[in-house]
C-alpha cells in the first residue's frame, strides 16, 4: 500500500485546527487585536523581534540601544494581561508542536541508534 504523506500532513493541518491549543491561541489573538494599545504594543514587538532574529541569523552583533529597546518592550509586554495570556498560549501550542515532532523524527532516531 502506497502512503502519501502529503495527505498525513494535510489531515494533521485540520486536526491542529480543532486543538483546544489552537482555538485558545485563536481568541487570545482576537482578545489582543480588539484592544487597540496590546494590539499596537504586540505588533511593536514582533517587528523587534523579527529585526533582531535577523540580525542574528546574519551573526550581526545586537547594538546597547537594541537591547535596551528589546528589554523596554518586554517590561510593558510584562504589564498587558491579554498578551501575557496569548504568549502563554503560543506556549502551549508550541508544546504541541515539539510533541509531534518527537513523534515524527522517531523513525530516524531510531535508525540511528541501532
Excluded: C, W
Excluded at 59 to 88: C, N, P, Y
Excluded at 98 to 107: A, L
Aim: hydrophobic share 35%; net charge negative.
Amino acid at each position: 500500500m502506497a502512503v502519501n504523506i502529503y495527505d498525513t500532513a494535510n489531515q494533521m493541518e485540520q486536526e491542529i485546527r480543532e486543538t483546544n491549543e489552537y482555538k485558545s491561541l485563536q481568541r487570545a489573538f482576537a482578545d489582543v487585536q480588539q484592544d487597540e494599545n496590546a494590539s499596537a504594543l504586540y505588533k511593536e514587538f514582533q517587528e523587534v523581534q523579527s529585526k533582531l532574529q535577523q540580525k542574528q541569523m546574519n551573526g550581526e552583533e545586537l547594538s546597547e540601544d537594541e537591547i535596551k529597546k528589546v528589554h523596554a518592550i518586554a517590561d510593558k509586554i510584562e504589564s498587558v494581561d491579554l498578551i501575557k495570556d496569548l504568549m502563554d498560549k503560543e506556549r502551549s501550542l508550541n508544546q504541541l508542536f515539539t510533541d509531534i515532532n518527537q513523534i515524527i523524527v522517531k523513525p530516524i532516531q531510531e535508525l540511528y541508534k541501532n
